[in-house]
Antibody
Framework: EVQLVESGGGLVQPGRSLRLSCAAS????????MHWVRQAPGKGLEWVSG????????GYADSVKGRFTISRDNAKNSLYLQMNSLRAEDTALYYC???????????????WGQGTLVTVSS | DIQMTQSPSSLSASVGDRVTITCQAS??????LNWYQQKPGKAPKLLIY???NLETGVPSRFSGSGSGTDFTFTISSLQPEDIATYYC??????????FGQGTKLEIK
């Protein structure tokens, strides 16, 4: 059974940093591209960042480019999101999501974790 | 960037009704369109991919159609457990993507 478990969220002051993690199990992690998608309270979905199975391709939403860094450790079956210079508008539930197809980056998000909440406030 | 216009933003229907949600892309995206369901307090769930392919395990009352710029998501007979917010999502313009604004579906 595919499982994606996010952690690392919390309350942080504007301008500070936070690192999110996503622990994956139930599939061959290093065969799949992975993504972070966020949802501000009461709002819709926003793709944040994605990374290919071998870290060869990485992408970011314009809203986080230059502030957030995605990475993965295939040996640890883990995905990360380093978030720097956090702003109030980054407040959201952050989901880790897995591509449906292996060796593909189509943003067909077949599995999602339950999310970790990031609150940016002074 | 490609913009997705999803409508309606909210919808109230009765059990057994046929429900239709539309999504329009600002430019041709071929069939690179997915539909997700998000129930309250839960993570989104993939229902339809590549515009018309039903994800494994998803009931057959859900369907999708369209190509190019105009897409439709249909529930053939609304069930109480279908109460959720539905999102379209294009994946033609990589690495970016665009989710529609969402359609909140309620039971009348």
């Amino acid at each position: 059974e595919v499982q994606l478990v996010e952690s690392g969220g919390g309350l942080v002051q504007p301008g500070r940093s936070l690192r999110l993690s996503c622990a994956a199990s139930g599939f061959t992690f290093d065969d799949y591209a992975m993504h972070w998608v966020r949802q501000a309270p009461g709002k819709g979905l926003e793709w944040v960042s994605g990374i290919s199975w071998n870290s060869g391709s990485i992408g970011y939403a314009d809203s986080v480019k230059g502030r957030f860094t995605i990475s993965r450790d295939n040996a640890k079956n883990s995905l990360y999101l380093q978030m720097n210079s956090l702003r109030a508008e980054d407040t959201a539930l952050y989901y880790c999501a897995k591509e449906k197809r292996n060796f593909d980056w189509s943003l067909i998000l077949g599995y999602w974790g339950q999310g970790t909440l990031v609150t940016v406030s002074s | 960037d490609i913009q997705m216009t999803q409508s309606p933003s909210s919808l109230s229907a009765s059990v057994g009704d046929r429900v239709t949600i539309t999504c329009q892309a600002s430019q041709d995206i071929s069939n690179y369109l997915n539909w997700y369901q998000q129930k309250p307090g839960k993570a989104p769930k993939l229902l339809i991919y590549d515009a018309s392919n039903l994800e494994t395990g998803v009931p057959s009352r859900f369907s999708g159609s369209g190509s190019g710029t105009d897409f439709t998501f249909t529930i053939s007979s609304l069930q109480p457990e279908d109460i959720a917010t539905y999102y379209c999502q294009q994946y033609d313009n990589l690495p970016r993507d665009t989710f529609g604004q969402g359609t909140k579906l309620e039971i009348k």
